[in-house]
């Protein structure tokens, strides 16, 4: 079982998307949380695969928990349900460790099979959201090249090797958590949602060389 802390200051959005998880054979919701200092607590008492965080909301909001819990090495993933207009928080949980986000008006099964994703390692990126943040970067990339820090370029570097997570880790000699982190950030940064197109772009942007 995937088990799930899903954290949200709305009690509707809380008990719908229990009842959601619940309904299936795979996940399960082991706690919830209000607000971002409750979100770390559950986390920390719980110890989930996977934290459902929302961002908007009291006190410690979703960022702040987020950077908690990676910082913490508490072993849940973070993915990210949001709204577009949290665009700028969206960013700022990225950097923070989320390693995806997903929007609130998102199918359910597109909500299910993301915290599978989530659980498996994956990124998975809401699709419209990805359209605008691609739209936010430089349209030919040169300005992403210098926004990767020297551990991000070398992890790329690695991908494009066709190194998995857990050798990228003991290349590195990091955790296979912190690898993931850097390849969110470098997906963000760079404006790609997967590891195919991020070696494609290191590759056009003299990264790496393509032969």
Request: net charge negative; no cysteine; aromatic share 2%.
């Amino acid at each position: 079982m995937i088990r799930v802390v899903v954290a949200d200051d709305h009690a509707v959005v809380r008990s719908g998307l229990t009842g959601l998880i619940e309904g299936t054979d795979d996940l399960e919701v082991v706690a919830v949380a209000a607000d971002g200092r409750e979100a770390v607590e559950q986390v920390r008492w719980h110890r989930p695969d996977v934290a459902l965080m929302d961002l908007q909301m009291p006190g410690i909001d979703g960022v702040e928990a987020t950077r908690t819990i990676v910082a913490e090495g508490l072993g849940a993933e973070v993915l990210v349900l949001t709204s577009f207009s949290d665009q700028a928080r969206i960013h700022a949980a990225i950097d923070a460790g989320a390693v995806g986000y997903l929007l609130k008006d998102a199918e359910p099964a597109v909500l299910l099979d993301g915290i599978r994703a989530v659980a498996r390692g994956e990124s998975p990126i809401d699709p419209r959201a990805a359209r605008h943040l691609l739209a936010a970067r430089p349209s030919d990339g040169s300005e992403a090249v210098g926004e990767l820090s020297p551990r991000e370029t070398e992890v790329l570097r690695l991908v494009v090797e066709g190194l998995l997570n857990k050798q990228i880790a003991q290349r590195l000699g990091v955790t296979e958590r912190t690898v993931k982190a850097h390849l969110t950030s470098v997906y963000q940064r760079i404006g790609v949602a997967d590891r195919t197109q991020a070696a494609l772009w290191a590759q056009r942007h003299g990264l790496v060389d393509p032969s």
